[in-house]
């Protein structure tokens, strides 16, 4: 059984950093490709950004493009969600997810397995 557990999340003032970090076990994690995700109270959960299994292509929802990056390390079956000049819009419970090798990476149903998620809350 595959498990992701999401870690990382906080309270941080805006225009401040974090990172969240996604631990898997249970498979082959160089074979999933990864992503991230965010809900808001009484919101859909909407795409942040995501990684191809390989890890050659990245792809950033346009309201993050530019202060999110997204990395995987292999070697630690982890994925990461570095996130700079927070807004407080950017509060919301941010989940991992992860599927084998390829899909509509920006699509939740794409994906297989979920983390617990990790709550991000940023005060203006």
């Known amino acids: 059984q595959v498990q992701l557990v999401e870690s990382g999340g906080g309270l941080v003032q805006a225009g401040g950093s974090l990172r969240l970090s996604c631990a898997t076990s249970g498979g082959t994690f160089s074979m999933y490709s990864m992503g991230w995700f965010r809900q808001a109270p009484g919101k859909e959960r909407n795409f942040v950004t995501a990684?191809?299994?390989?890890?050659?292509?990245?792809y950033y929802a346009d309201s993050v493009k530019g202060r999110f990056s997204i990395s995987r390390d292999n070697a630690k079956n982890t994925v990461y969600l570095q996130m700079s000049s927070l807004k407080p819009e950017d509060t919301a419970v941010y989940y991992c997810?992860?599927?084998?090798?390829?899909?509509?990476?920006?699509?939740?149903?794409?994906?297989?397995?979920w983390g617990q998620g990790t709550q991000v809350t940023v005060s203006s």
């Open positions: 997810a992860a599927r084998y090798y390829s899909g509509n990476l920006r699509t939740a149903n794409e994906y297989t397995y």
């Open positions: 990684i191809s299994w390989s890890g050659g292509t990245t």
